[in-house]
Nanobody
């Protein structure tokens, strides 16, 4: 089994910054894509950013130029640096990893979510 532990959420004023972290632990064999998703009240969960094992990046248009995703493979950790935060960034943020224990079948694992609130 693989467990994900998220941290770094909280309350921040518009224009401020936060850094989210998500560390994977347990029986880890190989992690492929790592990603952050978010879900605002009354809305569907959406992809914020992802990073492949090769370092390819993908961002939602709404966060391009403001958010930066990165990973530390030695620590099995993915980060999301969020700058110039806006009220519309308020949501529960979830990390997700794509993992395989065999190299053949991939399984998605989700974190428990961390609240980010942008408000003055």
């Amino acid at each position: 089994q693989v467990q994900l532990a998220e941290s770094g959420g909280g309350l921040v004023q518009p224009g401020g910054s936060l850094r989210l972290s998500c560390a994977a632990s347990g029986r880890i064999f190989r992690i492929y894509t790592m990603a952050w998703h978010r879900q605002a009240p009354g809305k569907q969960r959406e992809l914020v950013a992802s990073i492949t094992s090769g370092g390819s990046l993908n961002y939602a248009d709404s966060v391009k130029g403001r958010f930066i995703i990165s990973r530390d493979n030695a620590k099995n950790t993915v980060y999301l640096q969020m700058n110039s935060l806006k009220s519309e960034d308020t949501a529960v943020y979830y990390c997700k990893i794509e993992h395989s224990s065999s190299g053949l079948v991939k399984t998605d694992y989700w974190g428990q979510g961390t609240q980010v609130t942008v408000s003055s």
